[in-house]
């Protein structure tokens, strides 16, 4: 395969980073990807409503979106149909598994209650949402390049499991025509907040889409970095993420222009978002990790379970929204950079 002779192995890691890609490889394994990426490319309709989960049990977190019609002129960029938090260990009306587990005291994992429960989440709550493509963050199995897995991981891993089955059959039915992509939140964080810093540009920008041209480095070849810097200099820690992209978030909300709630729903999730962050804290011992930095964010960042939960409400809508700009990006390099279409040779 041909491979411009002006591109560079920096200039092509800068092209798979904005399309949602790994960027690790040689120039040749990373021309492939960007073409074979440009190639399944399709545009959105303009009926799309995109789901993005943030999967978890006590924490699980998701938004539907659609982009703003007009969003590369004048506009919200997204308009916020739905945007929750919820936990799905808690008995509700029609939650028959959580009730089971009130019953019991305990919560069951067992694979029949898991696939119950995965059933009643998709059933209840997502397929009435109608969406056309569901985003879904990718677990891991280890955490911190452990050896061993941990019990809870395990248990997030099969409800993650369970949710493309149950819309593997569906499609397979034809009772659901929509697309299930996987999205690693690594890559997400990285080019929020990371070596990417995109995230204020993801919601100001308002004509026209990255202009992957202009904006490649012609500096030395780079390594993957760390998803957040650090200003002490030490290695962030996960809380430093966390923390970073609930401020941002704030931001955003603060301005009011990028994102328009137009449905109740949509309102549910700026009211658990504002609310944390203006509760007073409820007493428990902070940690220290999840305290540092945490002016303007609100006073209650350092206990543990709010921070969770606007960490939660904060990722399925930033992995939403930069989806939506990775498209925008494989758009534009189809555009820009016609080799990525050639046949090759």
Not at 89 to 104: C, H, P, Q, R, V
Not at 198 to 222: N, Q, V, Y
Not at 264 to 285: C, H, M, T, V, Y
Request: aromatic share 6%; proline share 7%.
């Amino acid at each position: 395969m041909k491979i411009p002779k002006n591109l560079k192995l920096d200039a092509l890691q800068h092209l798979a980073f904005h399309c949602g890609l790994s960027k690790t490889g040689t120039k040749q394994l990373l021309a492939q990807r960007l073409r074979t990426t440009a190639r399944e490319y399709e545009p959105l309709p303009p009926d799309a409503r995109v789901l993005s989960i943030d999967l978890g049990l006590r924490n699980f977190a998701f938004s539907l979106m659609t982009p703003g019609p007009d969003r590369r002129k004048h506009g919200p960029l997204i308009h916020l149909h739905a945007w929750q938090h919820v936990n799905l260990l808690l008995a509700g009306s029609t939650n028959k598994a959580a009730s089971s587990d009130i019953e019991s005291g305990s919560p069951d994992f067992s694979p029949g209650i898991m696939a119950q429960r995965a059933t009643e989440l998709v059933h209840d709550r997502l397929l009435p949402l109608r969406p056309t493509h569901i985003l879904i963050e990718r677990q891991r199995w280890r955490t911190a390049g452990r050896p061993s897995v941990q019990e809870w991981t395990i248990r997030v891993n099969t409800l993650e499991a369970m949710l493309y089955g149950i819309f593997a059959t569906l499609q397979a039915r034809g009772l659901w025509d929509g697309k299930v992509i996987p999205i690693p939140p690594a890559r997400v964080v990285r080019y929020l907040i990371g070596d990417g810093g995109m995230g204020r540009d993801l919601f100001s920008r308002r004509k026209t889409p990255l202009l992957l041209e202009e904006r490649i480095s012609t500096g030395p070849e780079t390594p993957e970095v760390d998803p957040v810097t650090s200003s002490r200099g030490r290695k962030p820690t996960s809380a430093d993420a966390k923390i970073e992209k609930i401020r941002l978030l704030q931001e955003v909300l603060n301005r009011g222009d990028a994102i328009g709630f137009i449905t109740p729903e949509a309102d549910i999730g700026r009211l658990q978002f504002s609310n944390e962050a203006g509760a007073k804290p409820s007493g428990k011992k902070s940690t220290k990790k999840a305290a540092e930095g945490v002016t303007g964010v609100g006073q209650e960042a350092g206990n543990v379970s709010r921070l969770t939960k606007r960490d939660d409400l904060s990722d399925c809508l930033f992995q939403g929204v930069t989806w939506l700009e990775w498209q925008d990006n494989i758009e534009s390099l189809r555009k820009t950079h016609p080799w990525v279409l050639d046949d090759g040779g």
